[in-house]
Structure formats: structure tokens, C-alpha cells
């Protein structure tokens, strides 16, 4: 067998007694729909984020739309991101009627530049895109939000986006997909801005088997309209309605399944760091390996290697069997779908540079010394 991009099936072997006695027990209790273990799985999640408020929805894509929702965002509002992500990200934003407007990243990091992101809000105030590039339709946008995202596991620089965010009133939502159980001096994942949005998509460190999400935050009031939202806007009873929702809750099975992994959860990120840990001793005179700043813990969704020669990497890499994948060949503001936003080639250099060099590798918590050193042995002969 080949070896896997991410092996979900050795965690499944491992925890299968114990994911099919919680599975059976929602089949037993038939609460299908916002079960106990629903509760059981948001008082967890929030204990571990060491957030006061753990909400569970569909997906993390809805994680992202819900707390936008909350805010009001809708036509007028520019809500600022990275340009250099999966696209849900900003997806959220276009589908409010809002405009995204895209700020570079920090080459180090792949995440948000905090000093463009200063100058991409001072550029939509002062209404002048020759202090930093701007969508079509900037003469009426108001800046409204942030979404950073921490990108491929690693929290972006919230001491400094927190600060801008302070100075200019702006509420900023973590988009932790990728990156629940890591941190920053201790301070977790998720717990970042005003609200988090992570997402239990399969592929993602912490993963159930299906779509699942969920949205962090400490603020109560924000909580108790993420809870209604949630469901249809409901009032104070299932047939009230005060608000235009979404039907975003999660699977009773789902909670099911992840309460087990989470029990292993902090026992895999510290696999996951040993491999990257090892993969960076392999691999750093060849390619340039993920760059880790102080006081940073990655959750290592992936373990991304930038090259001038990627295209060359990733013909060796399939010529020898090993699984790459390239996350993102075309960063946002490129994307067809934001084409009337006007945005030119050459107006982020720093996520079109990513995107042209960037190659993933297989990254989970069980990969073996041997795996580690054929792939590595793989992406030195290809580059060779
Ligand atoms: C996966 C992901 C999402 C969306 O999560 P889904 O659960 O697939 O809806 C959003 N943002 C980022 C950065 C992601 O990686």
C-alpha cells in the first residue's frame, strides 16, 4: 500500500472500540439532532481553547458565517483577510454582500501582514488605493471586520492584528480551521479576536467523520446569538423566530465520534510536532522547511516546504510514490470569482509567491521514521 497524504484509517483503528460504544449510545438515546453529547463535546472544546463559549455547527465554513451574521455584515461592509487562503474564507464574506479586501501576507509565516493590514484600513478610510491596493467599489466601503487565519496550523500575529484591530474598532474573527490545538505563549487556537471559527472537516488535525465546525468566544451576548442563528434565528421557543438564520447545527454522531479524539487529541499534536520536528532536520539544506516563531506551537493541519522548483518536486515526489498537495495554486484576489473586484497580478506579491512555491506532505500523527525518511529521501532525489 502507499503511503497516505493524512491516515485517518490507523487513528480509526485505534479508537474504534471506543468511537462505536459512544456511536451506539446515540443510537440507543435516538437525540440525533443537539443530543447530549453535543453539550458534552462544546464544554470540552471551550475548556481546551480556554474560551468561556464553544458553540458546534455544520461545518467551519459556517463557523465563519455565523459570527459575520451576528455583526450584521451585509452590502457596504469590507471585511479584510488574508489573500492567501482556502477560499471558504473569504467565500463568507461575498455571500453577506459584503466586499473582501485582501492584505498580503508575511512571507515567513504565510499569515497576515499586521503592518498591511494597518495600511489596507488607513487606504479604505482615507478612500486612497495608492496607500494599499483596493476592490472596485471602495469609494463605499466602510471596514467593518478581520478575518486572519492561521494558516496551515500556525496562529497568526494576533499581538499585532489585535492592536490594529483595537485602535481602529474593528472586531476580528479567528479563522482557526486549520489550526485548533496550537498556540501562542500559551494561549490557545481559537481563542483569539472576538470570536474563532474552526472546522472538523476530516483532513483537519482534530477531524470528525463528516462535515463539522464550531465557533469560540467569550463575549455572551455574541454566544446567545450564535445560539439562534444557529437555528433559524429562533426566539425564545422553537416556533418564535427573531432573527434570519441558517439550519448550521451538528450531528449528535458527530460529537459522538470526536469526543473520543479528543481524549487523544494533545497525545497527537505532539506526534505531529515530533514529524515536523524530523521532517525539518531532513529536509532544511533542500527546501525551504516551515519557519516557527518563538513562542508559537503549530497544530500542523500541514507540513508545507517552499521551492523554486516546485513543479520539478511534485513530478519526483508522484514518480516515487509519495502523496504532495499544493495548497493554494491561486490565491484569493486572483480567484475568477473576485474578478469584478479589480484586483491586478503582481498586487500581493508575497501570496502569489506562496502560491507558486509552496508544496505540502503527507503530515498526520502517525507517520513512522521510515515513512518519514522515504519521503524525505523522495524530495531529495527529485530536487537532486
Ligand atoms: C477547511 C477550512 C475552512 C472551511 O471549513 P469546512 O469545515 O470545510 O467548511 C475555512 N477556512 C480554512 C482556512 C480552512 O482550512
Not at 99 to 106: A, H, Q, S
Not at 146 to 153: A, K, M, W
Not at 192 to 198: E, K, L, P, S, V
Not at 307 to 321: H, I, P, Q
Request: net charge negative; with cysteine.
Amino acid at each position: 500500500m502507499g503511503i497516505p497524504f493524512i491516515d485517518l484509517k490507523a487513528q480509526y483503528k485505534r479508537l474504534e472500540p471506543e468511537i462505536r460504544r459512544r456511536m451506539d449510545a446515540v443510537l440507543g438515546h435516538g437525540q440525533y439532532i443537539l443530543g447530549p453529547e453535543i453539550r458534552e463535546l462544546e464544554e470540552r472544546l471551550a475548556a481546551f481553547a480556554g474560551t468561556r463559549f464553544c458553540l458546534t455547527c455544520s461545518s467551519g465554513t459556517d463557523a465563519l458565517l455565523l459570527p459575520l451574521m451576528a455583526w450584521g455584515v451585509g452590502p457596504g461592509d469590507a471585511v479584510l483577510t488574508t489573500a492567501y487562503s482556502f477560499y471558504a474564507t473569504a467565500e463568507v464574506i461575498a455571500l453577506l454582500g459584503a466586499t473582501p479586501v485582501f492584505v498580503d501576507i508575511d512571507p515567513a509565516t504565510f499569515n497576515m501582514d499586521p503592518a498591511a493590514l494597518e495600511r489596507a484600513i488607513t487606504a479604505l478610510k482615507a478612500k486612497d488605493p495608492s496607500l494599499h491596493p483596493l476592490p472596485s467599489g471602495y469609494e463605499r466601503l466602510r471596514p467593518k471586520a478581520i478575518i486572519p487565519v492561521d494558516l496551515f496550523g500556525l496562529p497568526a500575529d494576533y499581538a499585532a492584528i489585535e492592536a490594529v484591530a483595537a485602535r481602529h474598532g474593528l472586531p476580528v474573527l479567528e479563522d482557526a480551521a486549520q489550526s485548533y490545538g496550537g498556540s501562542v505563549r500559551g494561549r490557545m487556537a481559537g481563542s483569539f479576536g472576538q470570536a474563532a471559527a474552526t472546522s472538523f472537516f476530516p483532513a483537519k488535525p482534530l477531524g470528525c467523520y463528516g462535515d463539522g465546525g464550531a465557533i469560540f468566544t467569550d463575549d455572551e451576548a455574541l454566544h446567545a446569538q450564535l445560539v439562534s442563528l444557529r437555528v433559524h434565528g429562533q426566539g425564545s421557543d422553537k416556533y418564535e423566530n427573531v432573527a434570519v438564520g441558517i439550519n448550521g447545527r451538528m450531528d449528535t454522531l458527530q460529537a459522538a465520534i470526536m469526543l473520543p479524539k479528543l481524549e487523544i487529541f494533545p497525545e497527537e499534536l505532539r506526534l505531529r510536532q515530533a514529524a515536523a520536528e524530523r521532517y525539518t532536520e531532513l529536509l532544511r539544506d533542500v527546501v525551504e522547511t516551515p519557519g516557527i516563531p518563538g513562542g508559537c506551537v503549530s497544530a500542523w493541519a500541514q507540513y508545507t516546504v517552499r521551492t523554486d522548483r516546485r513543479e520539478a518536486l511534485l513530478e519526483g515526489l508522484k514518480a516515487r510514490g509519495v502523496p504532495a498537495m499544493i495548497y493554494y495554486r491561486i490565491p484569493l484576489h486572483l480567484q475568477p470569482v473576485f474578478r469584478h473586484l479589480g484586483y491586478a497580478a503582481g498586487s500581493m506579491p508575497a501570496s502569489e509567491a506562496a502560491a507558486a512555491s509552496v508544496l505540502s506532505l503527507p503530515m498526520h500523527p502517525y507517520l513512522d521514521e521510515a515513512t518519514l525518511s522515504q519521503v524525505a529521501g523522495a524530495v531529495r532525489d527529485a530536487l537532486a
